[in-house]
């Protein structure tokens, strides 16, 4: 049986005053239709029912599907009352049939919980033989007490499955903003970091190459060239603490796990003039005595502020590290403007020996520049190569001169997780799935229900003796002169006590209903019939008196 998982121990206070309400209304429902039935029995239309409420009221909750059963139960044994087959058990059965909907997720168990009911409805039916209209109960009264309220039941709990949904989906969307703007402070910490790395460590290495060109100056005492030497040293120390400064805080923001497409150092950083070109980087090195050859080709097209702000980062970060790991080496920088690209290289010689500056950084704490800056070109849609060339070393970029729109519009919203797009596809497919049952349940009931309605119908109307034609019916007379009196059919669902009547012997009785009343009992007509010839008729009434 299906059933719904609960916690074990001694069930909430809640749940047993809803439990004991649920059953006082049914046993009020139980007590009003024993008072009401013609003669009933204390034991079966009133004891019985009882107890088995208690039982199935409080096991709906673990076991509903085996709930739904034994109150199924109940309207079966009320379908062997000779005098109605309705009870008021069908209430408790619709009840509990909701409850069986809103308590178990799954369909397949709790459908085959309701057809095994029906099953049984209609294995009784034919086992007691029981009249027509006990079968129209049984097929449309029972079914629907059946189906329905467990359609209503799905319903319900599908719609408090979406509330649900919604509002975890609201918790995790405002856990989600939380963390984006984590990141954004975090990412805020990067382009700092990027900013610091690509002004500050340029200016430093210009000073830290200006101070190693004061101490091999001619002019100056060794007292004087220990001051240049100093300042060197401390330049380069400046130099690896902002190294671990900027390590620092791109480790952080990996930890983060930045959202690719926030692109590092989109703003000015502060010592970093706000619009300052290619051309005064440029002016400002060959002035601290840089050995830089340039050139631009191509019209000067228009760009984009970010493509402008990243050929300016490419060149920044291409002199500084000349500076550092091939100082006195000669500068070879090449702006080229295509029609919808810009191509940017710069080439340093092998160092030539004569000056030293800050020494290279130790392993696992330097090459942050380069990988900044290749983050920032793939962000802008560029690329980035980067080399030994001719003895010396080559970074080239290609820039596009427009943003790509997916950079542009990072800020807008993404597409949901792959997480979050499984769930809501789940529970989008839960609620068609409940939508075309509580379509299709109620065409395959009346697909059903209606062909047998029509068949009984047509039973019952096929099977009527007029009494103007009883009357005409003499004994003794054959069948072929008494045909055109008889109707098409016999009527198939006689009772027991018409069917044991005593009869004349060597004789076959067939019934005939005296109306065509389909709502309605009437009695039946018997004509005894030796061979072909009629013995002998009588009426039969439908109830046992």
């Not at 308590?103 to 033989?129: F, T, Y």
């Not at 796990?257 to 692109?263: H, I, K, L």
């Not at 601290?288 to 920044?316: H, K």
């Not at 209606?450 to 096929?462: D, G, I, K, N, S």
């Amino acid at each position: 049986m299906p059933h719904i998982r609960t916690h074990l121990g001694t069930p909430p206070a809640r749940h047993v005053l809803v439990d004991v309400a649920l059953w006082g209304t049914l046993a009020a429902a139980t007590v009003y239709g024993f008072r009401d039935a013609g003669a009933p029995s204390p034991f079966l239309d009133l004891l019985l029912p009882l107890a088995v409420l208690a039982v199935a009221v409080p096991l709906s909750r673990p076991r509903p599907g085996t709930a739904v059963v034994l109150v199924n139960g109940l309207c079966a044994l009320g379908l062997a009352d000779a005098a109605t087959p309705a009870n008021a058990q069908v209430l408790s059965l619709a009840a509990l049939s909701f409850l069986l909907g809103a308590r178990v997720a799954e369909a397949r168990g709790p459908l085959l919980v309701l057809v095994g009911c029906l099953a049984v409805d209609v294995a009784m039916c034919a086992v007691l033989r029981v009249q027509p209209v006990w079968w129209f109960y049984t097929l449309a009264v029972l079914p629907a007490a059946l189906l329905l309220p467990w359609l209503a039941g799905r319903y319900v709990r599908g719609r408090r499955e979406l509330v649900r949904e919604g509002w975890q989906l609201a918790r995790r969307l405002e856990e989600r903003q939380h963390l984006v703007a984590e990141r954004a402070r975090l990412a805020e910490r990067a382009d700092i970091a990027a900013d610091m790395h690509d002004s500050l460590g340029h200016a430093l290495s210009l000073v830290a190459l200006r101070a190693g060109a004061l101490e091999l100056s001619p002019d100056l005492t060794d007292r004087d060239r220990a001051d240049p030497a100093e300042l060197r040293g401390t330049v380069a120390d400046a130099v690896e603490h902002l190294r671990e400064t900027v390590a620092v805080l791109h480790d952080d923001a990996r930890d983060a796990d930045r959202q690719p497409g926030t692109e590092p150092g989109t703003r000015t950083a502060a010592g970093d003039p706000a619009h300052d070109t290619v051309e005064d980087l440029v002016a400002r090195a060959v002035a601290f005595g840089v050995p830089v050859r340039w050139e631009r080709r191509g019209t000067d097209p228009a760009l984009s502020p970010l493509v402008e702000r990243g050929v300016y980062r490419i060149v920044q970060e291409a002199l500084t590290n000349a500076l550092k790991h091939a100082p006195g080496g000669a500068i070879r920088l090449r702006i080229t403007h295509r029609t919808d690209r810009t191509h940017v290289s710069v080439v340093n010689d092998a160092p030539t020996g004569t000056v030293t500056t800050a020494e290279g950084p130790p392993p696992g704490i330097g090459g942050r520049g380069l990988t900044g800056l290749r983050e920032r070109v793939t962000v802008l849609g560029g690329t980035l190569r980067t080399g030994p060339y001719e003895g010396g070393f080559r970074v080239t970029a290609d820039l596009p001169h427009q943003v790509p729109s997916r950079t542009r519009d990072r800020g807008a919203a993404r597409e949901p997780s792959p997480e979050s797009a499984r769930r809501l596809a789940a529970v989008r497919g839960a609620a068609r799935r409940r939508y075309a049952a509580a379509i299709a349940a109620p065409v395959v009931a009346a697909a059903f229900f209606v062909p047998a309605a029509v068949l009984l119908a047509w039973q019952l109307t096929t099977s009527a003796l007029p009494p103007s034609s009883f009357a005409e019916l003499t004994p003794g007379r054959p069948r072929t002169e008494l045909a055109p009196l008889l109707p098409d059919h016999t009527y198939p669902y006689p009772p027991d006590h018409a069917r044991s009547a005593p009869q004349p012997p060597g004789t076959t009785c067939e019934f005939y209903r005296s109306g065509r009343d389909l709502l309605d009992e009437v009695d039946l007509y018997r004509l005894c019939w030796s061979g072909d010839r009629l013995v002998a008729k009588d009426t039969v009434p439908m109830k046992n008196r």
